[in-house]
C-alpha cells in the first residue's frame, strides 16, 4: 500500500471530494469489505482512501475503520522499511497502469513491527491516478525463502573445497526433476557453472558419454521403481571433449507436497578407474609371464633327457679308439655343441623359475672374502687360457644376506663374462664397499667397454650386443638372469662402461644384520 510523505492528517481521511471516505457503502458491506485479504483504495498521491477490515487486522487492528482512523497517527516516512520501493511502485503503476507480486517488507501500523507483503495493484478510470489493489501477507513465505537461501550458503560454504559435486534435486510425481542447488565443484568436474545447471536441470544428463546414458537412466528407473538410492559409475564428456568417469549416488531427504527432495554427490572417479584398468594390465600380463615361464620351463625339461642322451653318445664315439680321426673330430664337434645346448637350456630353466617366483631361495648371512675366492679359483685357468689377469679378491669384504648358491652364480656370470670378453693381456678386478644398509660388489674389467645404445639392450634376453659375430660362445641369457637372481634376493644390479677402457658390472645387496 502507497502512502506519500508530508500529508497533513485531514488529508490522509479524505476521498477525491474532500469528504471522509465511508467504510461500508450505503447498502451495506461490499465485496471490497469482505475479501480474506488486504484491499485499500488510494488517490493519485498515494493518500489512503479506504481499507477493508482484512488490511486493518494486518496492521494490528480491529478493523478497517480503526485503521482509517488511526491514520492520523503515522509516521510522514510511510510503511515500507525500503524507502525507494515507494518510488518503484509509483513508477512501475504509472509506466503499466498495474503491477502484479509486488512483495515488499513493510512496518505493521499499530506497533511498528514488520512483515513482508505482495501487492497488485491498478489504476482506477477516469484518469485522475487513483488506484486500489489487494495486499497479501507472504511473511512466512519469505521467512522460509530466506532460512532456504541461508540453507544454501551453509551449504554452500561446507561444500566448497568437497572433491566433487553436491546437489539437491526435487522429483515431482510427475514429470522431471528439477535442480534447485548445485555445489560449485561442478565447475571443476564438468566444466560448467552453477547458475547454468540449476537453470536448465538436464544440463549435467546430456553430458553422460553416449555410450553409458541408457544404463543410467535404466538405473534411475529401477530406483524410483522400488525405492532405493540410486548409485551409478558413468562417464562424462566435457566441453573440451575430455573424458571423466564419475559416480554418483542421490539419497532421499524428505517429502515437500508431491515432491520428493533428495540430495546427492558426483565423485571423480577417473584416477581409480585408470588404476584399475593398470592393475588388470598388470595382472593379464604377470599372467601371460607366469604362463610363458611355465612352458619355457617344461619345455626345458623334457629336452634335458635327450641331450643328456645325445652328449652321452658323443662322448662315447669320443672315446672310442677305432673310430677314425675325421669321425673323431665329428664326434668332438657334436659334444661341443651339445654341452652349449645344455648350458642354454640350463639358463631357459633358470630364468624362467625365476620370472615364475618358483625358484627357491634360502637367504642368509653369506661372508662374501670366502665366496669371491671360491669363483676367482672357478675361474682362474679360463683367465689363464686368455691371458687375462684376475687379481685376488679382498679378503676383508664383509658380509650380506643373500641365498649363497644363487650369489655365487650371479657373481661366476660376472666374471666369467669379464673374462671372456676382455682384451688379451687386460686385468679383471672385484672391489667390495659397504654403504649403509648395502653391499656393492664391483666386477671391473679391462675389455672394449659398451656404448649407450648397447647398454639398453645390455639386460635383455638373447642379447648378446654384438657378441654374436665374435669368436666367444655364449647364450646371451646370463646377464639377464643376473640381474634376476639379484633382484629376487632384494638386490639389483648397475652398470657403467666407457667403449675402449672397459666396463664395471655392480651388485648391491643388503648387509648381513650385525651379531
Known amino acids: 500500500m502507497r502512502t506519500d510523505d508530508g500529508q497533513p492528517p485531514a488529508a490522509r481521511q479524505a476521498g477525491p471530494s474532500g469528504g471522509a471516505s465511508p467504510q461500508v457503502g450505503a447498502s451495506g458491506p461490499t465485496l471490497f469489505d469482505r475479501l480474506p485479504i488486504g484491499a485499500y483504495r488510494c488517490a493519485a498521491d498515494g493518500t489512503p482512501l479506504r481499507v477493508n477490515d482484512a488490511l486493518g487486522r494486518m496492521h494490528g487492528y480491529d478493523d478497517g475503520a480503526q ?4 491514520l492520523t497517527a503515522v509516521d510522514a516516512q510511510g510503511w515500507y522499511v525500503d524507502t525507494e520501493r515507494r518510488a518503484q511502485f509509483r513508477q512501475q503503476l504509472q509506466l503499466e497502469g498495474q503491477l502484479s507480486g509486488f512483495v515488499s517488507q513493510i512496518r505493521r501500523q499499530r506497533d ?22 489487494t495486499v497479501e501477507d507472504v511473511t512466512e513465505r519469505m521467512q522460509a525463502l530466506h532460512a532456504l537461501e541461508r540453507s544454501d550458503e551453509l551449504l554452500r560454504q561446507m561444500t566448497w573445497h568437497f572433491p566433487g559435486v553436491v546437489f539437491r534435486t526435487r522429483w515431482p510425481a510427475r514429470g522431471e526433476p528439477t535442480l534447485d542447488y548445485v555445489s560449485d565443484g561442478v565447475r571443476e568436474l564438468y566444466g560448467i557453472e552453477p547458475e547454468e545447471a540449476m537453470a536448465d536441470a538436464n544440463a549435467l544428463a546430456r553430458m553422460r558419454h553416449p555410450d553409458d546414458d541408457a544404463a543410467v537412466q ?23 571433449g575430455s573424458i571423466r568417469w564419475v559416480q554418483g549416488t542421490v539419497s532421499f531427504v524428505a517429502r515437500v507436497g508431491d515432491d520428493d527432495v533428495r540430495t546427492g554427490v558426483i565423485l571423480d572417479i577417473t584416477a581409480q578407474r585408470e588404476a584399475a584398468a593398470l592393475r588388470a594390465q598388470r595382472d593379464s600380463a604377470e599372467a601371460e609371464r607366469r604362463a610363458s615361464a611355465a612352458m619355457l620351463s617344461r619345455v626345458s625339461h623334457e629336452l634335458r633327457t635327450p641331450l643328456n642322451a645325445v652328449l652321452g ?5 669320443e672315446r672310442d679308439p677305432a673310430l677314425p680321426e675325421r669321425q673323431r673330430e665329428w664326434a668332438a664337434q657334436v659334444v661341443a655343441s651339445g654341452r652349449h645346448l645344455l648350458a642354454l637350456v640350463e639358463d631357459v630353466l633358470g630364468l624362467s623359475s625365476v620370472a615364475s617366483r618358483e625358484l627357491p631361495l634360502q637367504c642368509e648371512t653369506v661372508p662374501l672374502a670366502p665366496l669371491l675366492a671360491e669363483c676367482a679359483s672357478m675361474l682362474a685357468s679360463q683367465a689363464a687360457d686368455r691371458q687375462v689377469t684376475l687379481d685376488a679378491p679382498p679378503v676383508d669384504a664383509p658380509a650380506v644376506h643373500a641365498d649363497r648358491r644363487r650369489l655365487r652364480q650371479a657373481l661366476a656370470n660376472l666374471l666369467s663374462n669379464a673374462v671372456k670378453y676382455n682384451r688379451v693381456g687386460g686385468r679383471v678386478a672385484v672391489a667390495v664397499t659397504a654403504e649403509g644398509a648395502l653391499v656393492h660388489i664391483a666386477v671391473r674389467d679391462t675389455g672394449q667397454g659398451l656404448d649407450a645404445a648397447q647398454l639398453a639392450r645390455l639386460f635383455q634376453p638373447f642379447e648378446r650386443v654384438g657378441a654374436e659375430r665374435g669368436p666367444v660362445a655364449g647364450t646371451g641369457l646370463g646377464l639377464a638372469l643376473t640381474r634376476e637372481l639379484v633382484q629376487a634376493m632384494g638386490g639389483r644390479v648397475d652398470v657403467e662402461s666407457t667403449p675402449g677402457e672397459g666396463s664395471t658390472f655392480v651388485i648391491s645387496l643388503p648387509a648381513a644384520a650385525a651379531g
Do not use: C, K, N
Open 313 to 317: 653318445f658323443g662322448q662315447l664315439l
Open 112 to 133: 511498528g513491527s514488520t512483515l513482508w507483503i505482495s501487492e497488485s495493484a491498478h489504476l482506477l478510470p477516469g484518469g485522475d491516478g487513483a488506484y486500489e489493489g
Open 67 to 70: 485503521m482509517m482512523q488511526a
Open 218 to 240: 535404466a538405473g534411475l528407473l529401477e530406483s524410483r521403481r522400488h525405492g532405493t538410492p540410486p548409485t551409478a559409475q558413468f562417464r562424462i564428456v566435457r566441453r573440451d
